[in-house]
């Protein structure tokens, strides 16, 4: 949230009439920058609750061979991202998974975890997409 | 779990298979406050502003690309009609100024910035008629500039002046950048009714009513539709319209998010969502090839317009369902050498200039990216602009015309410019007089609104 000129007009009427007409100019100007101040902590935290929920969508495809699941969990794990839901099907040669994983408590953010997985995707010649869930929420949920 | 199976695999589909992108990103920016008596000093504020707003774009559109694996094909900036701010200046002050924005471009890191624009539907100001006649120069001496100019609406009419004027214009830049393939001309727009908003280079400008700075998004995504569209196999018109409109209703939202995200990320507000089908010369990404899959042997059949008129109205509707901030041109786009199914139409003698006109009488946006023969009349040029500006005046609608008269070359030859922009063959033109018309000049008086037959 922004502070715009009519909250800084409220906040500093509100002061003059909490600090009474005997206050001077400086009184009320600091009184007014710290309520401002202790304003703007609380925008941070009302900011970080309203970020994105840390939710990531998992795809994976490739043909079917043993130790993917356990490829692609451990480096998941390595980079402590917690999964919150699995599914995995079998078409003919062709294996398909989808995880939703949550990474706020990994140290790395998105693209360095994508780059991991990238990796993982190399050496086991198969395809991982990873991409934030907001995009799922917004496409398919109104 | 949370989304069914087909759902997530249906967006990897779209993203990774059917080139859905975020065709572009947008950043509007007011230069009303750069004025000044001394040109160096307007120059340097010009360039000060587009680098402190702009700075981060780039790299900010990219990172919100791979958080949602979504890619954004273009990012870049549009800023106020030069002509209204520098009204005072002359026709090389004007040059200046494009070599300005032109600097800034590349140095955020942006492949076009357009606004190198005057509206002048009405009548024009002496700095207006400065701005278009440094129109040529300023496009052949810069790579990265676009210009518009705004010279009908319905309001006001016509303005034929200016419209042969335009015409001359775009002659002279064909000859200035015949080196090239007269590629000046593909940054040259001239727009009836032109919107404020519009987030598509080359005709976006930041209109007089936008803020100070703001994002605008234009969203893509023919190879979705088209996919959409051959899935769902024979079934009857009302059913097709279901699952085009279906389809922009998803490739909307994940346009809407993009755009605030960046918006955001550059703490600057978010403007619109222009839900415009742009298609782009990649295989599959094509309006041409969409028309075919909804049944036509062949873009030009008997059926085109009713097709296209279709298909623009399934994506209004549901792109105004799925975003509260519509805008900008919001329709169909079908440019010639953008589109491989229209280019092969025109290569194939089944689309001529005549029925195209025709189909943006029924979509976004007009005439757009077609090349004809180097040596046609100014007049002739007027005359198709006049044309294209009726239709829009007429129908209360955008149209432009964006035309490459390639200096040197005639029907059967090509111009090429790669990338983005593609390659256009020479159409053919009627080689009837408009002259006498045109030479009449003044303007169209502006139309009725009622006893629309």
């Known amino acids: ?142 | 779990m949370q989304y069914e199976f087909e759902e997530i695999l249906e967006t990897i589909r779209m993203t990774e298979i059917e080139h859905f992108d975020i065709r572009t990103v947008t950043m509007g920016i007011s230069l009303r406050d750069c004025s000044d008596r001394n040109i160096k000093v307007t120059c340097q504020k010009i360039y000060d502003k587009i680098i402190r707003y702009g700075r981060n774009h780039v790299k900010y559109a990219k990172e919100i690309e791979s958080h949602y694996g979504i890619s954004i094909a273009n990012k870049r900036v549009s800023v106020t009609p030069i002509s209204i701010p520098f009204d005072s200046c002359k026709e090389e002050e004007f040059i200046e100024i494009a070599h300005t924005l032109d600097r800034a471009a590349e140095d955020i890191g942006i492949d076009y910035i357009a606004g190198y624009s005057a509206l002048v539907q009405k009548g024009m100001t002496n700095g207006e008629a400065e701005l278009i006649n440094s129109i040529p120069q300023a496009l052949a001496s810069t790579k990265r500039v676009c210009s518009s100019v705004n010279v009908a609406s319905t309001k006001t009419g016509i303005n034929i002046d200016a419209v042969k004027m335009m015409a001359d214009v775009i002659k002279k830049t064909a000859e200035l950048t015949k080196e090239n393939d007269s590629i000046g001309c593909a940054k040259l727009v001239v727009f009836a009714n032109a919107v404020e908003d519009n987030p598509f280079v080359a005709g976006a400008f930041h209109g007089v009513s936008e803020p100070e700075v703001v994002l605008n998004v234009g969203i893509s995504g023919p190879g979705v539709v088209l996919d959409a569209i051959r899935e769902a196999g024979h079934v009857d018109l009302q059913q097709l319209a279901e699952v085009i409109k279906k389809t922009i209703f998803k490739i909307t939202r994940a346009g809407e998010l993009i755009g605030r995200k960046v918006a955001k990320k550059n703490g600057i507000p978010f403007g619109i969502v222009d839900i415009s089908l742009a298609p782009t010369p990649a295989e599959g990404d094509s309006i041409g090839d969409i028309l075919k899959a909804m049944g036509l042997e062949d873009v030009g059949a008997p059926g085109t317009t009713a097709a296209l008129a279709m298909l623009n109205d399934a994506v209004k509707k549901a792109g105004l369902m799925a975003s509260s901030s519509v805008g900008g041109l919001s329709g169909a786009f079908i440019p010639v050498s953008e589109d491989m199914g229209m280019i092969r139409a025109v290569q194939n003698g089944n689309l001529t200039l005549e029925k195209l006109e025709a189909m943006t009488a029924v979509c976004s946006v007009g005439l757009d990216m077609i090349a004809i023969p180097g040596d046609t009349p100014v007049e002739t040029i007027a005359g198709i602009i006049a044309d294209e500006s009726a239709i829009g005046v007429i129908n209360d609608k955008t149209t432009a015309v964006r035309i490459i008269p390639a200096f040197g070359k005639d029907v059967g030859d090509f111009v090429n410019y790669g990338g983005l922009l593609g390659k256009a063959p020479i159409m053919e033109v009627k080689k009837l007089s408009s002259a006498g018309f045109i030479n009449r000049g003044g303007r169209i008086p502006a139309p009725m609104r009622s006893l629309t037959n």
């Open chain 1, 1 to 142: 949230m922004k502070i715009t000129e009519d909250v800084i007009r409220k906040i500093t009427l509100e002061t003059i009439e909490e600090l009474g007409l005997g206050a001077t100019k400086d009184e009320i100007k600091n009184a007014v920058r710290s309520k401002i101040e202790t304003m703007n902590i609380d925008n941070i935290d009302l900011e970080k609750k309203n970020m994105d929920s840390g939710k990531v969508i998992l795809t994976s495809f490739g043909l079917n061979k043993p130790g993917i699941v356990a490829a692609v969990t451990r480096a998941l794990a390595e980079n402590s991202c917690d999964i919150l839901d699995l599914s995995q099907k079998i078409m003919g040669d062709f294996f398909t998974m989808i995880m939703i994983i949550d990474i706020t408590a990994s140290p790395k953010d998105l693209n360095e975890i994508l780059k991991d997985m990238q990796k993982v995707a190399d050496d086991l010649k198969i395809k991982i997409y990873l991409q934030h869930e907001d995009v799922f929420r917004f496409m398919h949920r109104i």
